[in-house]
């Protein structure tokens, strides 16, 4: 039997991604979020929500860009820090010992440690209560060569983090259950 627990956030999992951003003052930053998610195939693009009061929010709006980069599972403490620091009054990079590196597509930073990273130019905003959708085009997507299997990336290589709302905790990705539609075929007439 299910059990009604009101309106509250709990899809889960949701992915552990950093949108890197430039300030005012051309100075790299990251945060961390969880609410995001790829929205359109053609062209590719992905929506990230950010709150008004956080830093990256006035980042993005000034350079209409941003980056979305995707940590493995060995970076998990520094995404977690991403999320918990403001780069209103921390460099995050020099605490954490990350690299930024200035994307040649966009107007924003990535981050050279993680195994990928999409490159995005800001297409849309929609204010939705507390948050702002940023939705960006994907403009290029720049991966490890190590986590590539026939030049695409695979989860089981890139090790990403997924966050659990329920628990608001960080967990990694399971294991290869099988090809994308191809197990469901026995259903098929």
């Not at 949108?19 to 790299?28: F, H, L, T």
């Not at 990273?117 to 905003?125: P, S």
């Amino acid at each position: 039997m299910k059990v009604s627990m009101g309106a509250d956030v709990l899809a889960m999992p949701t992915p552990v991604w950093i949108v890197g951003s430039y300030d005012q003052e051309d100075k790299p930053n990251a945060m961390t979020i969880a609410w995001g998610g790829i929205c359109c195939s053609k062209p590719p693009c992905v929506a990230v929500s950010l709150r008004k009061a956080t830093y990256t929010y006035g980042n993005v709006m000034r350079r209409k860009a941003f980056t979305v980069n995707v940590p493995s599972e060995a970076h998990a403490k520094e995404a977690d820090y991403f999320g918990m620091a403001s780069g209103r009054k921390v460099d995050k990079f020099a605490v954490t010992g990350l690299t930024p590196v200035h994307s040649e597509t966009v107007d924003a930073p990535y981050i050279q440690e993680f195994p990928l990273v999409l490159e995005c130019r800001l297409l849309h905003t929609l204010e939705i209560g507390l948050h702002t959708q940023f939705v960006g085009e994907i403009v290029d997507v720049k991966a490890d060569e190590d986590v590539l299997v026939d030049g695409r990336p695979v989860l089981d290589k890139v090790l990403p983090l997924v966050f659990g709302t329920g628990s608001d905790s960080y967990y990694k990705s399971g294991p290869f259950l099988g090809k994308g539609f191809s197990i469901g075929r026995g259903y098929m007439s």
